[in-house]
């Protein structure tokens, strides 16, 4: 298995342009999370899937983030507009949910620079 | 409000040698830990874990022992390799929250040759 594929895997962009982040999870997972790693708050979860549906989006930071799941292989995370201090890596993970106990596989990461 | 804390932000030490990685948690709800290494440009990966019923759990070179009285959990690596170099996370989860892990801000392990 190629494992969780993220892209693109860096993107620096202006502040006030719309970035979407792709990932594609491993074949067979249920789960799929949505983490940002920054150096002042390290590794936080934002948002997570079960089965494709949204399951807990409190750690989204603010209404200009989305994610989106349409079907079980791929899902999306949207900031619009993207200001400076989204500047982080963004990780995707996936997971089987039954098995115990339940480990999460992270993707490389998405680099993201908003200038 | 940091619930999963790694005070040590680095380690270094010599081939061959013991490292020793601690962590230290406040949520006493927490009853699940990983343990997940992390190379530069790449995601953090699976190492070992353990449920808050055991006190250790070994894995070859690598040991997690947990002390629940005192919320403190270590990672024991021996020998440990050059390989081993990477940024080590510690993270948590509970029974009520098991799709939510709170990681720890990482220490970084340099074994020198």
């Known amino acids: 298995d190629a494992g969780v594929i993220q892209s693109p895997r860096h993107e620096v962009t202006e502040m006030g342009q719309e970035v979407t982040l792709r990932c594609k999870p491993i074949?067979?997972?249920?789960?799929l999370f949505w983490y940002r790693q920054t150096m002042m708050r390290g590794l936080e979860l934002l948002i997570y899937f079960n089965n494709n549906v949204p399951i807990d989006d409190s750690g989204m930071p603010e209404d200009r983030f989305s994610a989106k799941m349409p079907n079980a292989s791929f899902s999306t995370l949207k900031i619009q507009p993207s200001e400076p201090r989204d500047s982080a890596v963004y990780f995707c993970?996936?997971?089987?949910?039954?098995?115990?106990?339940?480990?999460?596989?992270f993707g490389p990461g998405t680099r993201l620079l908003v200038l | 409000d940091q619930q999963v804390k790694q005070n040590s932000p680095s380690l270094s030490v010599q081939e061959g040698r013991i490292s020793i990685l601690n962590c230290d948690y406040t949520n006493s709800m927490f009853d699940y830990f990983l343990w997940y290494k992390k190379y530069p440009a790449e995601g953090p990966t699976f190492l070992i874990s353990?449920?808050?019923?055991?006190d250790k759990n070994e894995d070859g070179r690598f040991t997690v022992f947990l002390n629940k009285s005192a919320k403190h959990l270590s990672l024991h690596i021996v020998p440990s390799q050059p390989g081993d170099s990477a940024v080590y996370f510690c993270a948590a989860s509970s029974t009520g929250s098991a799709r939510q892990l709170t990681f720890g801000s990482g220490t970084q392990l340099t074994v020198l040759p």
């Open positions: 993970a996936s997971s089987f949910v039954g098995t115990t106990p339940e480990t999460q596989y």
């Open positions: 353990i449920s808050s019923i055991k």
């Open positions: 074949s067979g997972h249920n789960s």
